[in-house]
């Protein structure tokens, strides 16, 4: 029913039939749409204004999309539990504390040799005592430090310098004593 | 059922740049239900109806600065409601010429509501008015809904008012008709 009666009586004349009807509508509204429409409208606003001040500054900016090019990295579920990550650690930092404290111990290890037994040592009675085999199988085993290399001079043909003396003239025999100087 | 300011306050407050924000708020409060409303008689659907008065709201936002007080608030934001929502019928008739679709398609939107009821007078009511001409459809939506008096509604659709009275006087007929005929 209309609240202004001008407006009922102005159907009433045009035919009785519009009494039986009310000027109600029959649309339904989703909830809240009006108590939450002028937030949007306001940020609608504020985005425009943005995108103005661009077009004014920058037009070739606003043809470019705004998505994001840049990806997340993907989650990747841990495997374990950060105390067994600590345990491995430990164990392989043991590791190389162990391998690190045996390879010093090896490399710092002397070889001590009793130098001094030899200064007492009788060698004339050590070298009876041995037989002749023996010292032969030592010398023979030995021999690369016991045989000294040949460094022999060949005999010197004196007759034969003398006749190459004989046969040079007395330049040539000065000129080699200089160059010997 | 909230209290608004009248329109001279509400204009006054927007005018201050330190009140502009409340001064918008008061208006978009006021008016929002019978703009909505005023498209959505014409669009049928919510989600057209919405996209339409946000753009009539931005629009009144825009445009509020330069309102001279020349012709009434209501009667100026409901122009700027009329103009847009034609406008997106105009396109959206261009699109169904485009997809060859047959008619404006309001008729099917009408009986596609989920609370439709085609034997129910108020159902016949919505179906027969969207058969009238646009015009018509406007007019006699704004005097038997929103009963808007003739000489505002000349302002509005810048129409005599005898010529307004005759097409609302024809709409109502022509509506009957139908009603009984169907």
Redo the contacts between chains.
């Keep these: 029913m209309h609240q202004n009666t001008d407006i009922q009586n102005e159907l009433e004349t045009i035919s009785p039939f519009w009494q039986t009807l009310h000027a109600t509508m029959p649309y339904q509204v989703p909830a809240q749409y009006f108590e939450e429409l002028h937030g949007i409208v306001r940020a609608s606003i504020e985005k425009e204004a943005i995108y103005a001040e661009l077009e004014s500054v920058a037009p070739l900016l606003n043809t470019i999309p705004k998505t994001n090019v840049y990806q997340q990295p993907i989650a990747v579920p841990q495997k374990a539990l950060p105390v067994f990550r600590f345990v491995k650690w430990a164990v392989a930092a043991l590791f190389i504390g162990v391998m690190a404290i045996s390879t010093f111990l090896y490399n710092s290890k002397v070889e001590t040799f009793d130098y001094s037994a030899y200064s007492t040592m009788d060698h004339n009675q050590l070298m009876q005592s041995m037989s002749d085999s023996t010292l032969l199988s030592y010398i023979d085993a030995h021999e690369t430090l016991i045989i000294t290399p040949d460094i022999s001079i060949p005999e010197y043909d004196v007759e034969t310098s003398t006749s190459l003396i004989e046969k040079s003239s007395d330049q040539a025999l000065l000129e080699y004593i200089e160059s010997s100087n | 059922m909230a209290l608004h300011l009248d329109d001279t306050s509400l204009l006054a407050q927007f005018q201050h740049p330190s009140t502009r924000e409340k001064g918008y ?1 008061g208006i ?2 006021k008016y ?2 019978k703009l ?2 005023h498209i ?2 014409m669009l ?1 659907d ?1 989600e057209d109806t ?1 996209d339409v ?2 753009q009539v ?2 629009k009144i ?1 825009n445009g509020l600065e330069n309102f001279r007080e020349d012709s009434k608030l209501f009667t100026w934001m409901y122009r700027i409601a009329t103009n847009e929502t034609l406008t997106f019928i105009e396109k959206q008739k261009k699109r169904a010429t485009v997809s060859l679709d047959q008619g404006d398609g309001f008729q099917d939107k009408i009986k596609a ?4 009821n085609e034997n ?4 016949k ?2 179906l027969a008015i969207k058969s009238l001409p646009e015009k018509q459809q406007l007019v006699f939506n704004l ?3 929103d ?1 808007m008096p003739y000489h505002q509604m000349s302002e509005l659709l810048e129409t005599s008012e005898g010529a307004l009275k005759a097409s609302y ?1 024809v709409a ?2 022509k509506i ?1 008709e139908i ?2 005929n169907n």
């Design positions: 708020t978009v409060k929002q239900e909505y409303w959505r008689r049928i919510h919405n008065l946000q709201l931005i936002w509501d989920s609370s439709f129910q007078l108020i159902w009511l919505q005097r038997y809904y009963e006087h109502a007929k009957e009603i009984k």
